[in-house]
């Protein structure tokens, strides 16, 4: 009888330490550290944690650092065989290079042990040659503003952007009551290429397409180039177009000077309504895209993440499991999103009533990231990058035609991808 009290009272102390958060010990989770740049994202995350904490009683340290110090930090101590912290925060573009090198922990098999945890609800997770690493605490992608007192029906392909620009553009309409029909940020070494990939992927273009063969300078691609050699040529945009960033961009259209910002980033929702002047005019659609012969809209807009991963060398790898499973949770998500400005990627998130009265834009956001499309994980994505910058900005500023720009790319691409796989 003795023996049986003792197996229901260990059974009953390992349910209340399993609820609780707790180890059958009785003792806390190891503390783990989370890092993550500085910012708003940050800021929520750490909002997140206080109710982790209260919540399951396991102590957990969200750090924010200077954007410098965390490029500078982040693969020193991931390539280290004791790294300083439990959960990094990376660019989905930057996980095929980490995880080619071994430095971060599948995370398959907790997903799998973790009942109720529906990764399927969340958009853009990180995947390299079949195995999950990354999972996204944050989302970003493009949708198309344009003045509302202005444009009546905002255009729905790229064909039809072209005529509302015109329209709006004083180089083509002398009454236009704005300089440019569009702006946006377009600006060189940081964001032109994301720009471009909304148009060529809308046009069927790829930079790698199935195969494995290099066609960034072929057929959607190639008519994406164009189209972007167009917008510069009718003098539809800003004639310093590859130098107009954030801060320009919006003050072109609060300032009157622009009619639309096609693609513009998620972010102007929330910032264009508070610049003052235009900006109350502000109003959101999809980005544009191709009519297909079923008369539906064919748009794949660009998008990227942030997401949480956990170093391979990591000494506490089940208690940042339950963090970050805890932070991309709805019920984590739902805590970030309502601290501020965070764009949580979960799909019932986004598209739940309850939080679409807090932020209308997450119901736009969730049509747009069904669409989405998000470049695929390669080690060399930087020299690829590098090398749209500049074909790109050679064709916007009319220094070289489509198609000489685009194989100058093609032939970089292609030597980045062979020394890759050498």
């Excluded at 809308?202 to 008519?223: F, P, Q, T, W, Y």
């Excluded at 002047?277 to 809209?297: H, N, R, W």
Aim: net charge neutral; proline share 6%; charged share 20%.
């Amino acid at each position: 009888m003795k023996g049986r009290k003792k197996i229901i009272l260990l059974l009953g102390c390992m349910f209340i330490f399993t609820v609780s958060g707790f180890s059958i010990a009785g003792a806390q989770l190891p503390k783990i550290r989370v890092i993550m740049m500085s910012g708003s994202e940050c800021d929520g995350m750490q909002k997140v944690a206080e109710a982790y904490i209260k919540e399951t009683g396991n102590p957990v340290v969200v750090e924010g650092l200077g954007r410098g110090e965390y490029h500078a930090i982040l693969p020193v101590h991931l390539f280290s065989a004791s790294p300083g912290f439990d959960i990094a925060w990376i660019q989905n573009t930057w996980l095929a290079e980490y995880a080619e090198a071994g430095v971060l922990e599948p995370l398959d098999e907790f997903v799998q042990a973790s009942e109720g945890y529906n990764i399927e609800d969340i958009f853009g997770v990180g995947r390299y040659k079949g195995k999950t690493y990354a999972i996204p605490t944050d989302v970003s992608t493009f949708f198309l503003f344009y003045r509302k007192d202005l444009i009546k029906e905002p255009p729905q392909t790229w064909k039809e952007l072209l005529e509302v620009a015109k329209k709006f553009s004083k180089s083509q309409n002398p009454q236009s009551p704005t300089k440019y029909g569009i702006t946006g940020d377009y600006i060189t070494g940081e964001v032109l290429p994301q720009t471009w990939w909304n148009i060529m992927w809308s046009m069927r273009g790829e930079v790698i397409d199935k195969s494995g063969e290099v066609v960034v300078n072929k057929n959607g691609a190639l008519e994406a180039g164009r189209y972007f050699e167009k917008l510069a040529r009718m003098e539809l945009v800003p004639p310093n177009l590859t130098q107009v960033g954030w801060d320009d961009h919006i003050n072109h259209f609060v300032n009157g000077d622009a009619a639309m910002i096609v693609p513009g980033w998620n972010a102007a929702y929330t910032a264009l309504p508070v610049a003052g002047g235009f900006g109350k005019y502000m109003k959101a659609t999809l980005i544009p895209g191709v009519k297909q012969e079923d008369g539906s809209i064919f748009r794949t807009p660009y998008a990227h993440s942030w997401n949480f991963v956990i170093p391979a060398a990591s000494r506490h790898k089940k208690a940042a499991w339950e963090f970050f499973k805890f932070a991309t949770s709805k019920q984590g998500m739902i805590i970030y999103a309502k601290t501020g400005l965070g764009n949580p990627p979960r799909e019932s998130v986004l598209m739940s009533p309850e939080m679409a009265e807090m932020r209308p834009d997450f119901l736009l956001m969730g049509r747009t990231l069904r669409d989405a499309g998000w470049f695929p994980p390669v080690t060399y994505f930087g020299k690829i990058f590098d090398a749209l910058d500049v074909a790109l900005a050679e064709i916007v500023n009319l220094m070289k035609s489509p198609k000489d720009a685009l194989d100058r790319a093609a032939r970089l691409i292609l030597e980045a991808k062979k020394a890759a796989e050498y």
